[in-house]
């Protein structure tokens, strides 16, 4: 008899002579290690000789047992089990997400428990359930979570099987990403060697807008559109492969940079009438860029690949640090997010999803804005207002006129303030940031915070009015930052040209 199926029949001997016990228990009882009876416990589930409740943590007996309760030991099980029926599927759903957090690669805990807005105790004993169950596992020397082997939600299974067509000429290394946006894939050339990224996302009018902004935008802090293709409905049902895109021309749409001489207010005349102009902003018009059409159903963007990763890492590690934060540092890179918000906003655009999720790092540390999914024009044709979609953006860093129908570009510097803010002071839990977070919405700072970051304080304040119109434009900041706070232009030129 093999090792393994002796701990089984010593659980189940357990289990007939004590009836129905937990995983600890067991183990303490028969000598073993929790988690090694923890894996026999499933293993024995798996072949129906054991049955589990489900609350926290799982009660288990033997199956043979099942029959042989009294109406008062069912009745009480029935309870306990409708009772924690809805703990069941909350727990499900917490580890699905959990298992989407962890599809782009190895995270921390702390990281884990901030794309759940958790606490990071609570997500680490989610997080070890999930390792006895085979379901994650932990680097001893990062203290980085992933996925086990062959552990993929369905959303990433059917992504990773919907990419056979990129085999033409790329090599799909990871997937750095997904949403309701799309998923954005880490990707090696074929022909050329160079590593990408390659977004797919529905063909929509949305994503029509983001690569029709990202070909017109041309600068060192805002990520480098390359190209992109669009491709038919089917593809996914038939297995049609996308176009291969060292191809035929005729199988890729690009679209050429405007450049800065050309703007909005250059276009022809719009055929459209004033009224239709001004009801939504969800199409960008752009002289001199070809519309996509909206006949398909998915659009692959490739861009430049920023291997620095997120601002959000940035904010994590440095959270993670028993030392005070680089001020100097912090302000450097704080400095290139205004450089590339000032130029989008140059060129007449609202981006209206700043975060630190998006906001990238390259290589050797120079800053890149990223995600353009909900980009917009500031102004119509008409110069008149124009009435958007409401609440378009991350709630806890949109500005307080977003859940409205009117705002321009000063609603990008609201969030700017709070990125700035976190930037600069360290919260080491979510709870701390959960408790802030509405104060700092509101203009009210942490204590010290002022005396410690005079000047900064200062601007953020502002940054976060309540009014758009008291709020500084990014050029004002710029120019302000380069004044007040002591900037050295030959260090910025070198990270920012």
């Known amino acids: ?26 183990s303490k009882k028969i000598a073993g290690d929790k988690k090694l009876v923890n894996k026999h416990l499933y293993n024995l589930e798996r072949s129906k000789k054991v049955f589990k409740t489900d609350g926290q943590p799982p009660v288990w007996n033997l199956l043979e047992n099942k029959s042989q309760k009294t ?19 909350e727990s499900a759903r917490e580890e699905e997400r959990v298992m989407k957090s962890l599809k782009s690669g190895g995270l921390k805990a702390s990281q884990v428990a901030r794309d759940l807005g958790q606490q990071t105790k609570s997500t680490k004993k989610l997080l070890y359930s999930m390792m006895e169950k085979g379901k994650v596992q932990k680097d001893k020397e990062t203290n980085e979570w992933t996925l086990n082997k062959g552990e993929k939600t369905k959303e990433s299974l059917h992504s990773l099987a919907s990419l056979s067509g990129l085999s033409e000429s790329f090599d799909v290394m990871k997937e750095l990403g997904s949403g309701g946006f799309g998923e954005v894939y880490k990707v090696k050339h074929k022909f050329d060697g160079k590593i990408y990224a390659v977004k797919r996302v529905v063909l929509t009018e949305e994503a029509d807008s983001e ?16 190209t992109c293709w669009p491709d038919s409905e089917n593809w996914t049902d038939n297995g049609n492969q996308l176009p291969n895109t060292s191809g035929s021309l005729s199988d890729i749409v690009t679209f050429e940079r405007s450049g800065p001489e050309k703007r909005d207010d250059d276009a022809d005349e719009d055929d459209a009438d004033e009224d239709d102009a001004d009801e939504d902003d969800k199409d960008l018009e752009i002289s001199g860029i070809s519309s996509l059409s909206l006949n398909g159903s998915y659009l692959f963007i490739q861009m430049e690949f920023c291997e620095g990763g997120t601002l959000t890492s940035w904010i994590d590690d440095r959270n993670l640090m028993r030392k005070q934060r680089n001020t100097v540092e912090t302000n450097k890179i704080f400095y290139e997010i205004i450089r590339g918000v000032e130029y989008i906003h140059s060129e007449k ?9 998006n906001i990238l790092f390259t290589a050797n540390g120079k800053v890149k804005i990223g995600d353009f999914g909900l980009v917009a024009v500031q102004e119509n044709h008409s110069m008149g207002a124009i009435y958007r979609t409401e609440g378009k953006g991350t709630p806890s860093y949109m500005s307080p006129e977003q859940d409205s129908k009117r705002y321009n570009e000063k609603t990008d510097i609201f969030p700017l303030g709070l990125i700035w803010f976190e930037m600069l002071w360290k919260l080491s839990t979510y709870t701390e940031r959960k408790k802030l977070w509405q104060d700092l919405r509101d203009q009210k700072f942490p204590e010290g915070f002022c005396d410690r970051y005079r000047t ?20 004002q900041i710029k120019l302000k930052m380069k004044e007040f706070l002591f900037l050295n232009q030959n260090q910025l030129s070198q990270r920012t040209c």
Not at 213 to 218: G, I, P, Q, T, V
Not at 456 to 475: G, H, Q, V, Y
């Open 71 to 89: 109406d008062e030991e069912e009745e009480e099980e029935e309870e306990h089990e409708g009772a924690a029926a809805s703990q069941t599927k």
């Open 456 to 475: 900064e304080n200062k601007f953020i304040e502002r940054m976060l009015s309540f009014t758009p119109e008291d709020r500084p434009s990014a050029k």
């Open 211 to 226: 690569v029709k902004a990202l070909a017109r935008l041309e600068h060192p802090n805002i990520v480098r559109y390359i």
């Open 349 to 357: 655009l609202i981006h209206r999803d700043l975060k630190p999720d």
């Open 1 to 26: 008899m093999s090792a393994d199926a002796k701990i089984e029949l010593k659980i189940c001997d357990y289990l007939r002579e004590n009836g129905k016990s937990t995983a600890l228990v067991i």
